[in-house]
């Protein structure tokens, strides 16, 4: 495979679940991140991480729970989630570049929380 | 604070016109990027180009041009002769200079829906 792959592609979960969004970036980057996408509103940016350590948490509440292994493999771990919390949430990886990086984006995993 | 606005919610066309999509930035940083990127149903961002702050040449890439303006804080997206497959969502993007080590701060816009209708 090529690019960045989310899995799974839907999700729909209940608030009491637990579950796990999964990205995998096939593009030796050494830099993943974490974006939610709300209907009518900009991409937000939750989580950085560059070679493998968390560089930003943007006030992102702890039922959100990401973890990077290595820099190809990044998930975000949900538990106890709102129902504003659905959106579509997109993976992407870059190679750093002092702020020029291109951001590859993967499909994105929308999530339904009922 | 940087902030991007798209001021154009939803464009509709039909083929073969041209369409504008406009894009403003605030920033007090001197040195920063500005992006396009093209979100077609899919759903994954697809990168179109790439500005850094000190490069104000129109760029021109098939169909597609760009009009970068930094005395009015503009950097507007052309597609010339529109097509049915360039229907998306194009947004518009803002990311300040740091260190190599700090990851990308993508500040995007909301988004233009572009609807090209045969």
């Known amino acids: 495979e090529t690019g960045v792959t989310q899995t799974p592609r839907h999700l729909v979960m209940g608030m009491t679940n637990k579950k796990s969004l999964k990205c995998e970036q096939h593009?030796?980057?050494?830099?993943m991140y974490w974006y939610k996408q709300s209907a009518k509103k900009p991409l937000e940016l939750m989580f950085v991480?560059?070679?493998?350590?968390?560089?930003e948490n943007n006030s992102v509440p702890s039922r959100f729970s990401p973890e990077c292994p290595n820099s190809s493999h990044l998930f975000l771990h949900l538990h106890t989630l709102q129902p504003e919390d659905s959106a579509l949430y997109l993976c992407?990886?870059?190679?750093?570049?002092?702020?020029?990086?291109?951001?590859?984006f993967g499909a994105g995993s929308r999530l339904t929380v009922l | 604070a940087q902030k991007v606005t798209q001021a154009q919610t939803e464009i509709s066309v039909v083929e073969k016109e041209d369409v504008t999509l406009d894009c403003v930035y605030e920033?007090?940083?001197?040195?920063?990027?500005l992006f396009w990127y093209k979100q077609p149903p899919s759903g994954e961002l697809v990168f179109l180009i790439r500005?850094?702050?000190?490069?104000?040449q129109n760029e021109i890439s098939g169909r597609y041009s760009w009009n970068f303006q930094k005395s009015t804080s503009s950097f507007n997206f052309t597609i010339t002769a529109s097509q049915v497959v360039d229907s998306a969502v194009y947004f518009c993007?803002?990311?300040?200079?740091?260190?190599?080590?700090?990851?990308?701060?993508?500040?995007f816009g909301e988004g233009t829906q572009l609807t090209v209708n045969p």
């Open positions: 920033t007090r940083d001197t040195t920063y990027y």
């Open positions: 992407a990886s870059s190679q750093e570049r002092r702020g020029a990086n291109v951001l590859t």
């Open positions: 993007a803002l990311s300040e200079a740091r260190g190599e080590t700090s990851g990308s701060r993508l500040t």
């Open positions: 500005r850094n702050s000190f490069d104000e």
């Open positions: 593009l030796g980057h050494n830099a």
């Open positions: 991480y560059n070679f493998k350590e968390q560089t």
